[in-house]
């Protein structure tokens, strides 16, 4: 059974950085998609960042310039390094990978929380 664990959310103040990281255990296949999305109180989830397995990227507007996203794929970990960080960004982290092999699998982490003040 495949396994999302995220970490490296915290408290941080406007203008700082923050990295996160995604570890997917339980496969001995690569991830194919993974991303990382958010979700803010009262707000819809929404997609931050996402890569290939070829790690061709694409980042939401609010993100863009801000953000990077990268991965390992021999290790099938996920990285987010967030910069220039604002209050807006606060919200719940998720990671996300979609596996194919052996089967079709749309696997998600228990999020971790991201809280910018200002």
């Known amino acids: 059974q495949v396994q999302l664990v995220e970490s490296g959310g915290g408290l941080v103040q406007a203008g700082g950085s923050l990295r996160l990281s995604c570890v997917a255990s339980?496969?001995?296949?690569?991830?194919?998609?993974m991303a990382w999305y958010r979700q803010a109180p009262g707000k819809q989830r929404e997609l931050v960042a996402g890569i290939t397995r070829v790690a061709s990227t694409k980042y939401a507007d609010s993100v863009k310039g801000r953000f990077t996203i990268s991965r390992d794929n021999n290790k099938n970990m996920v990285y987010l390094q967030m910069d220039s960080l604002k209050p807006e960004d606060t919200a719940v982290y998720y990671c996300?990978?979609?596996?194919?092999?052996?089967?079709?699998?749309?696997?998600w982490g228990q999020g971790t929380q991201v809280t910018v003040s200002s």
């Open positions: 996300n990978a979609v596996f194919t092999l052996p089967r079709e699998i749309d696997a």
């Open positions: 339980g496969s001995i296949f690569r991830a194919n998609d």
